[in-house]
């Protein structure tokens, strides 16, 4: 079972929305609570990017090609970070994945399959 699971991509319009969900299977409450979480993506040709983070205590961080637009948020109870991405733009295309990030802020786990997101009209 992989460590974190991505869904909820697709096809979505400019000027839409789409909210992705990252869960944590493998990860036991008490590690996934205090885990500062993070949301990268990676669009053709180009390296992997982080887009959002958010700490334990839910204060968030934002690549400033998002901010304004996408919220990330979490709920530990499920042990499930989210990404409402709004306002759609076609420069969004791109795999989303999600990670626990060190103290360092480097990706702590292996990378999963990741959701494809395309915004197209």
């Known amino acids: 079972q992989a460590q974190l699971v991505e869904s909820g991509g697709g096809l979505g319009q400019p000027g839409g929305s789409l909210t992705l969900s990252c869960k944590a299977p493998?990860?036991?409450?008490?590690?996934?609570?205090?885990?500062?979480m993070a949301w990268y993506r990676q669009a053709p040709g180009k390296e992997r990017e982080l887009v959002a983070y958010?700490?334990?205590?839910?204060?968030?961080n934002y690549t400033d090609s998002v901010k304004g637009r996408f919220t990330i948020s979490r709920d530990n109870t499920k042990k499930t970070v989210y990404l409402l991405m709004s306002n759609l733009k076609p420069e969004d295309t791109a795999v989303y994945y999600c990670?626990?990030?060190?103290?360092?802020?480097?990706?702590?786990?292996?990378w999963g399959r990741g959701t494809q997101v395309t915004v197209s009209s």
């Open positions: 990670n626990a990030l060190t103290t360092t802020k480097q990706p702590k786990y292996d």
């Open positions: 493998r990860m036991i409450t008490s590690v996934f609570n205090p885990t500062v």
């Open positions: 958010i700490t334990a205590n839910s204060a968030r």
